[in-house]
């Protein structure tokens, strides 16, 4: 564990100590000390050298061993080998926190890997928190703090950002630099020997001076860390991400269809989701979300209201949202009438609401006025195109006028350049977001919007799942002795029964005889399916008949059964035919299945089955455990929910019953770590209930097995 | 019919007059005089205005009247009730073009209507190139003519743009002197009285100066003229369409699922597509692809390979790449030879290429002239990031020259700004696209790609399918004598025998004696449906029943879909049912059908039965007439493609049957203006063929018929 204290020492420390600190310009040692002058850092600066006496002025430490007890900080900037002594000297003068910029760690092979653990096991046993190694520092604009060897020092501001790649920092530092992006903390996090992206959320979200956190990972360090921050972070502010390396290749071969679609990058995506995280997928979006969160108040609700001098680009704006989750404000009748009362006859009243190409800035105005009283309005996006008559920067002030006295968020969008500059800057340092063009402002609308809902919504619930974990473990058991890594068909009923699951009647029959005894017990229609541990994918051989209605359909049907499994699969034990009864008409196929991600855990997947979940990957994912709401979410955001929820006419299926199916796969998930996937397929729900028709739990190979692939 | 020498005297006039030209600044017949001075328009200026003895140092010409003969162009700027006089005298001083800048035609209502379909009378009989009214005006650099009222004249440069909105003209204008972007030509539409887009693509598709073409559109004033040009016209030059108002909302109820689905936006996705046109659904992406295009060669393929100084930025680009549709190129095995040759140790060779972050500017030539000469790249994206070592100027340099020597397309993303800047200067200057972040390159580079592709492909060949086009006329005549708006079922049988689709042996029984001989006739197992007039969606009432394998199975059907029909749908007449052949085992039911677009024509859809249509909206469309590859295409560019392919060792169904059906839908669509929409659904396909097992079209209202919407 790393202590508050001890990052509070790393991001606001009271003393500086450089560790290779150099009197030659130009080399790392020496702009280190450089950039912490430069900055104004006002503590104490502690430059550590053998062989210098003054260093860009400052008097010079000669060892580690000499630094006075109880420092907050040390930036080492020395090669790798030297690193660990220094480390050890640190801990030894009790150093609060450190940041390794040196490489030549884990990233270059082996050698370096056995030495950054060793850095890792020092920082840990002596509470230090260690930032790096191979990274380029950390900046705390606060602090007049530039613990860097980067080129430039950005404005200060309130956005946090942290980022894996250290190239990625310096890219987004300079890039800033001419943006007139502010931050508050700007932190590269190297190889994360021991602080994480996880440390950051928690550490961020309680900073006074950050009102958002963004970030860039390429993975995360500790899965059910990162969870745990996450999502008590994003309700204290918004946390927006990129991860990269979205399209992992070379995935393990999956045997079940859970493993085959859901890859890394869903369990990325899910893990996001469930802790409300903000994904985006490039730099200029993270930005443009920061920019939008760190100076505008939250929407209240969708509706946007948009006030534009010209058509065309209100069009435009239109276009945009009706594409987003928002909405084109309905304002009330009284709105209406107002703005008809202070428009001009051509003026368009209705959502965008154009003011035609000769308003003034006071028309703005008076508009605005009314449109941000009105209660249907949770937003406003403000369009000025350059016409002829246009007052660019009286019309600048009269928006930043109205956003004073209004605390619903206000954008503005003025399209061009030259013209419209001077009242751009003018927005811009009254913190109203600018846009030349009106998508990126929806969808920094639509980002605020969606954080908002995410907020309001209840903390998850526990469930508990009622079970028999004895005999559920039974069954694995005998499994295990059977040396089986599948359990599948008529062996996993012990399972279904152990955790409740609603199963069709069914009997495995041996031969055509048993099949008609059983069908007669069980009540005709009947479904025969093949059963053979060897043919996991029945409809391969076509092992599969519904809808049998007598005892000589029963006897066809076996017979054909059994006899193409065999000549199409050799190598196949046939053990016969299970007879299940029919499903009530009206039921539909679902899938329900897991999968363990190696970060996450148990990843659930929920999609109809058959094509849709094959052909068109129409899948919900969420990691285990989960809550209620999860589950209902999961059913719902399929592309095909329709239908479940019924088209033309037909009834609605349990949603009730399903979530409950798909509550005890995360539940047998969790339960049993030894089961590496697996999966109800078909789940057929009709309106009145559900039942699992099959099911398939593959094992991970036992303790002490050989791996399959060294073998 | 505009000709071509009138549209030259537009766009590169040798005189222009000025009708309403002012003396007073600020006035915009004093402007538009102004902005053709300043341009330094060499031509002969001819101010015209009773009242002033010059203006702006040139000689005043009283009256329209008496000005010469044969004068190139004419710029009107005067009250909108004086125009009319003006253009009649302009063309009896056989003027050859004219813009009217004036407002309040067509766009004020009635009167302005009438008022300006006088203009396109008189600017038709007398063969004027006429632009506006309600317009900015045009810009052609190449001849220094600035004829509008907008402030500030962009730099010369091959990109053309036109737009129906002024007020995105001006902004665009704006926002392209602070960024930068020349144009060849810019023009404003406004009311398109006579000129409209389609005449833009064809002159500027011949116009020397022009090399990529921009628009945008809130509609075409003619779909079949506007088809025909962009076809030939992207064959020469890209161009890059912004469409707006995509959410047409209150379109006309429609009576079938293909109408339902298809609205207009989906007519102008099929009418780029078909022409070639690039749509682009922001002003951003508009101006990305037009300076891809206006200065780097197309790409031979879709092969790109990314050359970096980090990983980071490197895996950020290569996961665009995977999103898009281009891949990472696989270099050959001497291209990586040579490349562990000249890189150090820690550098991957593999595609993104990392040159690691001490790379040099020189370090960054040697592997850059490998990569172009791997026969296996079709395009090369250079990511440069600001680190401590970095040489920005030098790579730049580094980069021109290599893309100098090559006839791949090269493009830069130089991450940042204030470090990077002037290198970015540098590539801009030699016309290399250059970036910040590396997402809109790789859509700079996939658009490109796609349109290579494009350009590859043969002309369509002309379809003509064989049909007894009189018999259709029949069955058409004898609804219309029945008074009926619909032909269904049966009916329609002779519809489908006259266009030689393949249809399921089918026989209509009144009785459930007649449904047992039928079937009997058929051969068993037969399907039965409900047959009446009044009942479009049979499963609604239940009304089918499939798979009827004896004469007992098939009364009790006929029984049950009869009587619930009765019960379910007392204002339906019941004719009885039908009864039919069961389709193979391993069909597939595929929907086929016809909408009429107002713009375009007939819209053709295809797509899977059931819920693929209806729930997942996963349909093709195509504009008719289509050629064997636009049908070829529909069949393989909708998601669920591989349920046809077949899923889980299913043979593929008959593509060339599905085709025929498919282009045959076109041709009834072309043959009958009366029909206003059509379907086949379903289309029973399997691995030996294709039946269309259910059909029905909708007839337009007879001519002389009280319009449905005004009863």
Redesign the interface.
Known sequence: MVSTQSLAALFDPGSVAVVGASATPGK?GN?IVSNLLEAGYTGKIYPVNPDAEEILGLPVVPHTTELPEGLDLAVIAIPPAAVLEALENLAERRIRAVIIITAGFKE?GREGYYLEQEITRIAQENGIALLGPNCLGLISTGSNLNAT?A??YPESGHIAFF??????C??????????NIGFSRFISLGNKAVLNEAHMLEYLADDDQTNVILG?I?GVSDGKHFMESARAMTMKKPVVL?K????ASGAKAASSHTGAIAGSDQAYDAAFRQTGIIRV????SLFNLATCFSTQPLPEGPNLAIVT?????G??A???T??SGLNLASMTSESLNELGRILPP?ASLYNPIDII?DATAERYAKALEVVVRDEMVHSVLVML????SVQVDETARAIIDVSKKTDKPVFACF???????SGKRLLQDASIPVY??P?PAIAGIEAMYEYTERRKRPAPAEICIRRDIDAARQVIADARKRGATEIVEFQAQGLLKAYGLPVPSTELARTSQQAVEAAERIGYPVVLKIASPQIS?K??VKGVRVNLEDSSEVVAAFMDITSRAQRLRKDAFISGCLVQSMAPSGSREVIVGFKRDPQFGPLIIFGLGG?YV???K?IATRLAPLSLDDARQMIREI??F??LRG???EQPVDFEALQEIILIMAQLALDFPEIDEAEFNPVLVNPDGAVVADVRVILAPPEGAPDTEDV
């Open positions: 790392i702009i270059v060897f080129a430039g980022s894996q790649s250290g190239a990625l310096v890219s987004i530092l300079d890039w800033a630099l001419g943006n860039y390429e990129i990269s390396g979205t399209t997928h490039d730099v200029a001098n010209s058509g065309g680009p069009i435009l239109a276009d945009a009706e594409k051509y190409g195109a350059p016409t002829a399209m061009g350049d030259m013209v419209v500059g030349s063009f998508e994918h409809s391969d094509v094959e052909v068109l129409d592309k095909s329709p239908v088209v033309r006419g």
